[in-house]
């Protein structure tokens, strides 16, 4: 309700309302989101920036509110337009001399076709019991506890659980160990997590996929697998997850709000403690970056500081799963700086990159995140390997480069889950032949 309406509102339900303050404030409840957000006619433009001029008209738009970033690398951005601003941002960038071709033509036709209905019919056929995930839709989060909960009654020789925490909605945040030689003396570990930006759902079925060949597929995978200990969290960011399913496709943050006049959702990948804030994040709550209001402020990004700090030394390589661009980051990313082990860190890098191209045939480029993308700090690949000083951290962007974005068809879930097994297994190939 606008506030002039509201006031004049206010007046008149007076004598059936307690007081005019309250009243007003009510207002306040009015600002949630009650009804799915929808993206009619709203579209995704790639435009050229190769020059600080053009960059600079973009940064503009932003700050102007007539755009969202999706993507951005050292050529190119992609930005999200609404239709109600779509004129006046591709006249800005036509008289700007700004070339940019329409990538996404309507984001709600996209969102419509993304996730086909769940067939229960076809659950049974297949046989399948005590959970209903399969790699051929998007699930929701309770889906995914259910298979989590279902692997660790089933198979609780290889598989375990632990709580590590709690998101700010309350949702426990689990681990999933699993070590398939429970003999095996060795003890190195692999950290891999996805779905720390909520509606980057791609992130979220691949771990899912890895877990699910660890398990099923277990006596098949390369040896080298059975040695390691991967502790693995699906969804890090479980109640931003379940708001881009329920009601914003297209939210990134987590949903904590500090403090009443405060926006909703930190970036969790901008709230870790290694340079905090220095680059690429927000102070400003309502920003899609914003860094939250200390370092380490968020209970997911806590949790995992938490558990990884009780024992950093056996951590070998951190994995953290995001969408999209088709990149394997390794840092820093605070600023263009590389660490001193970097020929290492790359040479694997490019390890994991060939070994998904042998997997699905499809490009990833390797190197350093504040380069090839843009210095950002704060993220948790970072902190990993700032902090935590585990030698192999990596941001690994999956599918696609830029046909669908965050909206990929669900057809690509398998494919995309088997590359990033073959980035995960080559991984676990150099950490376990290391000293
Ligand atoms: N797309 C990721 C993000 O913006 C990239 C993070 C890369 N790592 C970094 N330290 N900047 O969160
Ligand atoms: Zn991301």
Redo the contacts with the bound molecule.
Sequence with gaps: MEGCFRVLYCVFTLLAISTFTECLENNDEHQDVEEKITYNGDQVLRVETVNSKQRKKIKELENQGLIEKWFTNSTSVDIMVKKVNSETVKNTLNNGSLSFNIFIDDIQRAINNENPPINEDELELSGRQGHNLTFERYHKVDDIYKYIDHLSQEYPDIVEVETIGKSHENVPLRVIRIKLDRNSTDTKAIWIDGGI?AREWIAVSSVLYLINELVYNRDSLESHMNNIEFHIIPILNPDGYKHSHEKERLWRKNRNKPSANSCVGA?L??NWDYHWGET?ASKYSCAE?YRGVKASSERETQAVVKYIMKNPNKFKGFLTF?SY?QYI?Y????AKRVPSDHTEVHRVGQVMATAIKKATSNEYTVGN??TL?????G????WAKGVAKIKYSY?V?LKDTGKYGFILPPTEILSTGKEAYAAVSALANEISSEK
């Design positions: 930006h970036d990948n901008r690429g970056i995001h661009g980051l840092p820093w990313g605070y995140s504040a993308l843009y210095p950002a700090a993220a948790s690949d970072d941001t962007e």
